[in-house]
């Protein structure tokens, strides 16, 4: 402490950060945590993302991709019944079913696959 300033005229700035306030307390809960609504995404929710579903892959020579022709059989790397995977953006963020509604093609998510 400096000489010539009073006690009583110093200051203390708050030094608490942005991850002492977010980190989680004693009890395993956040301190600083504020529930969120969808209604707090509402700014992403016009924001495109390409989903892709993938039956199942294969391998060929290019010879062979060649040769394809309309009514040619492709066979896959899943059998019948085994879950599908839905990627986001390129993305796997879950495994489904395929389902028929009203005569078109679905997919029905059966597992949320978490990130790593």
């Not at 078109?104 to 059966?110: A, E, H, I, Q, S």
């Amino acid at each position: 402490m400096s000489a010539d300033v009073p006690d009583d005229d110093i200051t203390t700035a708050d030094t608490t950060s942005f991850e002492e306030m977010n980190a989680p307390a004693a009890g395993g809960e956040f301190s600083g945590y504020i529930e969120r609504t969808a209604a707090d995404l509402e700014a992403v929710f016009d924001v495109p993302v390409r989903i892709s579903v993938v039956l199942g892959r294969t391998k060929m020579p290019v010879s062979q991709l060649l040769k394809l022709d309309t009514g040619t059989i492709i066979e896959l790397d899943r059998q019948v019944g085994e879950a599908v995977e839905i990627f986001i953006n390129d993305r796997l963020v879950a495994r489904g079913e395929i389902v028929l509604v009203e005569n078109r093609l679905g997919v029905t998510m059966t597992e949320i696959i978490k990130p790593q």
